[in-house]
């Protein structure tokens, strides 16, 4: 409902319109998540059949139906979004209290249980809908959805050991811990803030502390993030080089975005 709103805001012109995702249009963001919904469907029946059903033959054929999808009329991609969400909600309601533990592999290789597709769409699909740029932002998320999130990509973050250590504080007292090197680059701010940040979606809000010990962290095994891009050298750079910024007590002002997490 959410994304559908978003996307209700839009009138058929500007679904051509540019995004802060490198080389895609609303056009591009619409096919993504219609077919991501295809994509998942397809996970639903490997775990209803115990056939393996991955979600995408490649990642170029991924990529290629992004692509053509772009090219289509607004009304067939407005369906396409439409109709996919509503068939991938029927397919789950389908599955039995087996099929839902059954295991299935994600489109970077990560095996899962099938209750972890609800997620993957959840996650999916709130943060495209503030990437259609239709007046919907973060703020507007559930602070426990926002909590999920940073569940979700600190876990990823840790596992992958690409980046420095990072340490996020929101203002209600809870924090997340990026496992790596050094003293940890401490962020605070809001939840939704520190959520944005650091699926790449924004800087403002935030500010940078002087380390702590005495934070208590949230560690919640997270399952894995799709996303456009990896961790790249700039963001490890960024985590490097803010260590000699921690007092400067900015809002935002010493963070620069990261990569961002689709």
């Known amino acids: 409902a959410f994304y559908l709103d978003a996307l209700s805001r839009l009138d058929d012109s500007e679904l051509r319109g540019p995004t802060a995702l490198p080389g895609w249009t609303r056009a591009h963001l619409l096919a993504h998540v219609g077919f991501n919904a295809r994509a998942l469907q397809r996970l639903v029946t490997w775990a209803r059949t115990g056939e393996r059903n991955p979600m995408y033959a490649s990642p170029e054929q991924r990529a290629a139906e992004i692509e053509d999808g772009a090219t289509w009329d607004a009304g067939r991609l407005r ?53 259609l740029d239709a007046g919907l932002s973060f703020e507007d998320f559930p602070s426990d959805l926002c909590a999920a999130l940073l569940d979700d990509v ?22 997340w811990d990026v496992a790596g090197a050094g003293d940890p680059v401490v962020v605070s701010g809001p939840v939704h803030r520190l959520a944005a940040w650091l699926t790449g979606r924004g800087v403002q809000g935030l500010a940078l502390l002087p380390p702590s010990r005495d934070l208590a962290v949230s560690q919640t095994a997270g399952a894995e993030l799709h996303h456009h891009d990896t961790p790249s050298s700039r963001d490890h750079a960024f985590l490097q080089t803010t260590r000699a910024e921690l007092h400067d007590h900015d809002r935002g002002g010493g963070l620069p975005a990261l990569t961002p997490w689709l």
């Open 79 to 131: 369906d396409l979004v439409v109709t996919s969400a509503s068939e991938l909600a029927a397919d789950l309601d389908f599955l039995t209290e087996e099929q839902w533990r059954a295991e299935v592999v994600t489109a970077q290789g990560r095996t899962v249980q099938a209750t972890e597709l609800p997620w993957m769409r959840t996650r999916e699909v709130w943060i495209h809908a503030v990437d």
């Open 154 to 175: 600190t876990a990823r973050r840790s596992a992958q050991g690409k980046d420095g250590a990072l340490r996020l504080q929101s203002d209600d007292g809870k924090a």
